[in-house]
């Protein structure tokens, strides 16, 4: 059965980090795209940042550039996305997903791209 399960999100302070953890189960994420989402209440979900599956490329969001950092580990079967200089702004529930198809470079940020989800978790940035 394919799983996905993130961990790691939290309560945090204003320009504090967190490093959110995604984890594979009954499938390799080496030979997926991953990429994380986030929604925020009364909003959409949003593409964060993802990596390829051919190269390992790493695309983000202009939100979040400089500031957040995706990688992979393989031996783990895991994915995870670390998140500096965290603002308020970046309260939202978190979601890792999965695509087993090639996703052109213009579309990885693109929820519909993606086949498997996990169940998220929260991240709250306040003081």
């Known amino acids: 059965q394919v799983q996905l399960v993130e961990s790691g999100g939290g309560l945090v302070q204003p320009g504090g980090s967190l490093r959110l953890s995604c984890d594979a189960s009954?499938?390799?994420?080496?030979?997926?795209?991953i990429a994380w989402f986030r929604q925020a209440p009364g909003k959409e979900r949003e593409g964060v940042c993802c990596?390829?599956?051919?190269?390992?490329?790493?695309y983000y969001a202009d939100s979040v550039k400089g500031r957040f950092s995706i990688a992979r580990d393989n031996a783990k079967n895991a994915v995870y996305l670390q998140m500096d200089s965290l603002k308020p702004e970046d309260t939202a529930v978190y979601y890792c997903?999965?695509?087993?198809?090639?996703?052109?470079?213009?579309?990885?940020?693109?929820?519909?791209?993606?086949?498997?989800w996990g169940q998220g978790t929260q991240v709250t940035v306040s003081s």
């Open positions: 990596i390829s599956k051919r190269n390992g490329n790493t």
């Open positions: 009954g499938f390799t994420l080496e030979y997926y795209a």
């Open positions: 997903a999965a695509a087993d198809h090639l996703v052109l470079a213009g579309r990885m940020l693109r929820a519909l791209e993606y086949d498997y």
